[in-house]
């Protein structure tokens, strides 16, 4: 296996930065794996943020204090059993201009950060959105290599921007490995995360399918630091994170100094990340300062023709899809046994059940963050709240 993709990656001809190194991992990068893979907190992944390092902090600032008016409902009573079951961390649910609902399970506060993998990928989508309106990113149909030059005159370097934002570049999961060369293991716990990205198979055409891959956002964090000129945590600090009056927070970076994970692991608290709904909910205003140009948010949400459950970086609750897929390759699947009770959620979807729904027509966002769930029904959460009116 490893053979015929190093075949299919040296017809590529990269260069630079996303080079494929001859010898690919080393030993050293092998037994950095190793490393980290024997101390993995499997079942502790989303809140032992401390486990991982290198970290790069991401500053925040105090801004607007996010109303408060708790009300008693049995709605929300339910909602906290729904999420006990499931063994959660931090449930919000904001309805009608205010937190309506908080609760933090023992061991967890308004101030705990925890590691929502996925939900990530949503925030890198707005940063696209602020570059594209400070006219860093000229059009979404701009080919990856006008942002990264060392893809020039490759076939992965032509990929519009949109292809990527869409989930539909063609680049595909490579299969899961059982040792620490594996470019799945490499990825997600390497220090070179260009030659692991470089590695990741482009099995078909662009736009051709719907393929759920981290290589996508990956390349597009560079995008942001390539055309912004700085770090990617200083870019997302000063243009989204302290424009939402969020605290610090943190990325994983491949090696000191070096690449953040733009895929995953952006650690911050519950409240933050319903600060960041309400961005969506608000159509990119935090107050009257406009953060994401309403424009791009509408491009942003709407249905990709590839798959009509999933608009930039971002996953969509209509039409009804009873067992949700990531596409061909990756064998999770996500039920919603009903449909959601507004045609309108959009969410952001963190693996385990990491979760932040947003309903603009119901005025509503609930953040679920806890121990990683794989019976997660994605439709019974917002459903609970969006369907009782019982006092």
Request: hydrophobic fraction near 40%.
């Amino acid at each position: 296996m490893r053979s015929a993709l190093r075949t299919l990656l040296i017809g590529l001809s990269l260069t630079g930065p996303w080079a494929v190194a001859d010898e690919w991992p080393s030993p050293a990068q092998i037994d950095l794996v190793d490393q980290r893979r024997a101390s993995f907190p499997w079942t502790e992944i989303v809140s032992a943020v401390d486990w991982y390092t290198p970290l790069e902090t991401v500053p925040g600032q105090a801004g607007l204090p996010l109303p408060v008016d708790l009300q008693v409902a049995d709605r929300y009573h339910q909602a906290e059993a729904l999420a006990e079951k499931h063994q959660s961390y931090a449930l919000i649910i904001w309805q009608a201009g205010a937190i309506r609902y908080e609760k933090y399970w023992p061991g967890f506060d308004q101030n705990a950060r925890y590691d929502t993998a996925s939900m990530h990928k949503t925030v890198l989508a707005v940063l696209l959105g602020i570059a594209w309106d400070q006219g860093l990113i000229k059009s979404v149909d701009d080919p990856l290599a006008n942002y990264l030059p060392e893809l020039a005159d490759t076939r992965r370097g032509q990929l519009p921007l949109r292809a990527l934002l869409e989930m539909a570049s063609g680049i595909q999961s490579p299969p899961p490995g059982q040792g620490s060369e594996a470019i799945s293991w490499q990825t997600y716990l390497g220090n070179d995360l260009p030659a692991a990205i470089a590695h990741w198979p482009q099995v078909k055409a662009p736009f051709e399918a719907f393929y759920y891959a981290n290589a996508n956002p990956q390349y597009l964090g560079r995008v942001i630091e390539q055309a912004s000129g700085q770090r990617y945590a200083d870019y997302l600090s000063h243009n989204l994170w302290q424009p939402l009056g969020a605290s610090d927070a943190r990325v994983w970076l491949d090696h000191e100094q070096g690449l953040a994970r733009t895929s995953c692991c952006l650690q911050a608290t519950a409240r933050d990340w319903l600060r960041f709904g309400l961005l969506l909910l608000n159509q990119g205003k935090v107050g009257e300062q406009q953060v994401v140009s309403e424009a791009w948010l509408t491009q942003m949400l709407a249905p990709s023709p590839q798959n009509p459950n999933y608009g930039w970086l971002i996953w969509r609750g209509s039409p009804h899809n009873p067992a949700r897929t990531y596409g061909e390759g990756i064998n999770a699947v996500v039920p919603a046994a009903e449909p959601f009770a507004a045609d309108d959620v959009v969410y952001l979807d963190g693996s385990g059940a990491q979760r932040v729904y947003v309903v603009p027509s119901r005025q509503t966002v609930i953040v679920r963050i806890g121990a990683p769930q794989h019976d997660w029904d994605d439709s019974a959460l917002p459903n609970l709240i969006l369907t009782s009116q019982n006092p």
